[in-house]
């Protein structure tokens, strides 16, 4: 499942082809995504040039100059390229014909994914609830504090809630886990606030490797053939379970909390 490193990764390479363009046409070969594409509003954009790309959380949002937006998100199998071929791949749902003669191109196997046009000042309404990702400002170690202090959710299901925090997932709550030292099974009211300034920078640390590691391996989003992977980190405790702790030797142990896996090692995260 592309989680935020993958998702950065597409953004930054579909961004060069996309920037200044303007809409031709956009063809609809399967709306039913997970959300279906709400196609009736594509004269809103069609002729209408792209100013911004970015991305927030795992969602990558298109600005067009008239007020309206466009947000794609990847669902478990969904993918991003950009082409000047016109025979086009099993599963490539969505295509966006582009002024320079290039398509941008949704491809997705399970169609989770989702493309919605709406209006840029209205915001998104499956993004406007969501809290910060680690990388905006918003998300300080004072925004945290606040959020969790009365909470008797354990932090691994904290950093799994996306109205607080978002974009991070399984894989990555057990691996912030690790690094800052604290137990999954630690209430949000017995987080410290220096603990919460910890998993911040632990999240961004993170992720940046994995947007690192992902830049490196997957460079082509122009013509590509075949389907982006997913980024290989190296993964100190997720699915180590029974495995020796990197760092002390003991056993990994495997819980499930709110029917997530989490991992852990109960010697070095204690804190
Ligand atoms: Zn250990």
């Known amino acids: 499942m592309p989680e935020l490193p993958e998702v950065e990764t597409t953004k930054r390479g579909v961004e060069p082809y996309l920037k200044n363009q303007t809409i031709s046409f956009i063809t609809t070969r399967n709306k039913n995504l997970r959300i279906p594409f709400n196609s009736g509003l594509k004269n809103k954009i069609i002729k209408s040039k792209i100013k911004n790309i970015s991305r927030r959380a795992k969602y990558i949002t298109l600005d067009f100059a008239n007020g309206y937006s466009v947000v794609i998100h990847l669902g478990m199998t969904g993918n991003l390229r950009v082409s000047k071929q016109t025979n086009f791949l099993k599963h490539d749902h969505i295509i966006f014909g582009l002024s320079s003669k290039n398509h941008l191109i949704f491809n997705d196997v399970r169609r989770f994914g989702l493309i919605q046009i709406y209006k840029t000042n209205e915001g998104f309404y499956l993004l406007n609830n969501n809290g910060p990702d680690p990388f905006e400002k918003k998300a300080t170690k004072d925004y945290l504090y606040k959020k969790i ?98 760092s002390c030797k003991s056993k990994i142990i495997r819980i499930v909390q709110s029917n997530r896996s989490t991992f852990f090692c109960n010697k070095c995260q204690k804190t």
């Open 149 to 246: 202090k009365n909470s008797s959710a354990s932090i691994k299901s904290i950093l799994l809630n996306h109205t607080i925090i978002s974009g991070i997932g399984n894989i990555y709550a057990s691996e912030i886990l690790f690094k800052t030292k604290i137990s999954p099974l630690k209430e949000g009211k017995d987080i410290t606030e220096n603990q919460c300034n910890e998993i911040l920078k632990a999240s961004r640390l993170i992720l940046k490797k994995a947007i690192k590691s992902g830049g490196t391996t997957l460079n082509d989003y122009f013509n590509a053939e075949a389907k982006p992977g997913y980024f290989k980190i190296q993964l100190n405790v997720y699915d180590r379970g029974g495995q020796r702790c990197k």
